[in-house]
């Protein structure tokens, strides 16, 4: 008994000195990417709210400020799938293997750009080997490869993955959904319906939204669904505040709505390992 009581002393002091330590966020003072489009883009400034006394803040912003990251940018306005490559190129050429973390955050405009949704795959006839129990026999199997159209979304997702994982094959890449989006006007040339209504193609946001998500499996890739997870759909009335204008912008969040991105990032990526 005495032992035992001992032993559980020492058990209770060392949860003790355990608790005592400090928590730390997997993500602190990371050097990370942001790949995107105008949500991501440092020149498509948040407007609105100004919860901080800045009114420049965007979620990677939020980021910056709470966990101290290192945000690399390189979101530009109207980008697509098709893009990523483009960006991960002058990510590599300014900071060469110098980054923890990837975030890519595409998509809408691949919806508003009529892209078909296309195949992950292509099937061909291959030779292998198989032994199961039995001896070593040569097989003709159908066998699959990553479909690399880049006239399609699932396309442009294979080709923009494969070329990320060759360039950083050690780095954690993490995919974000795009957000909830309504009516939006830009221009004369520029009107874009809310999301009740399909594309010129027949297909709805949520359609692309699905095929965003589906890249998690294909590529091994963590996905973090903020279209619903963020909480925030302008397509609701009352929630319209999260974004620029009421009347020519319920697409893009403001600074509130960026903020409310931000802490749904924060919490999300508490599961997600940053460095190996």
Not at 14 to 36: D, K, T, Y
Not at 43 to 51: I, N, R
Not at 121 to 135: H, L, N, S, V, W
Not at 138 to 162: H, Q
Request: net charge negative; glycine share 8%.
């Amino acid at each position: 008994m005495k032992k035992f009581l001992l032993a559980l002393c020492a058990f209770a002091l060392s949860m003790g000195a355990f608790a005592q330590q400090p928590f730390v966020h997997p993500w602190q003072g990371a050097r990370v990417a942001f790949l995107g489009d105008s949500i991501t883009d440092p020149g498509s400034v948040p407007e609105g709210h100004d919860w901080t006394g800045r009114k420049d803040f965007h979620y990677w912003g939020c980021l910056q400020e709470w966990l101290g990251i290192h945000p690399y940018v390189y979101g530009v306005s109207g980008r697509k799938w098709a893009d990523v490559p483009e960006q991960a190129a002058l990510l590599q050429k300014e900071h060469g293997d110098a980054v923890d973390a990837i975030t890519i955050f595409m998509g809408t405009n691949d919806f508003v750009a009529n892209v078909p949704l296309g195949e992950w795959y292509e099937r061909q006839m291959k030779t292998t080997t198989a032994a199961m129990g039995y001896p070593a026999t040569e097989y003709r199997w159908m066998a699959r490869t990553p479909a690399m159209d880049p006239g399609t979304l699932r396309g442009r997702i294979n080709i923009a993955l494969s070329d990320l994982k060759q360039r950083y094959p050690e780095k954690q890449i993490v995919i974000l959904t795009p957000i909830h989006r309504a009516y939006a006007t830009f221009g004369p040339q520029n009107i874009q319906p809310d999301e009740s209504f399909p594309n010129h193609i027949g297909l709805y946001f949520l359609d692309y939204v699905e095929v965003i998500k589906e890249a998690g499996d294909v590529w091994g890739v963590p996905v973090i669904d903020l279209c619903a997870l963020s909480g925030i759909n302008p397509m609701v009335e009352e929630q319209v505040p999260y974004f620029s204008n009421a009347e020519t912008d319920r697409l893009h969040p403001n600074a509130k709505g960026h903020e409310r991105l931000a802490r749904t990032l924060l919490y999300q990526l508490l599961a997600l390992p940053c460095r190996f």
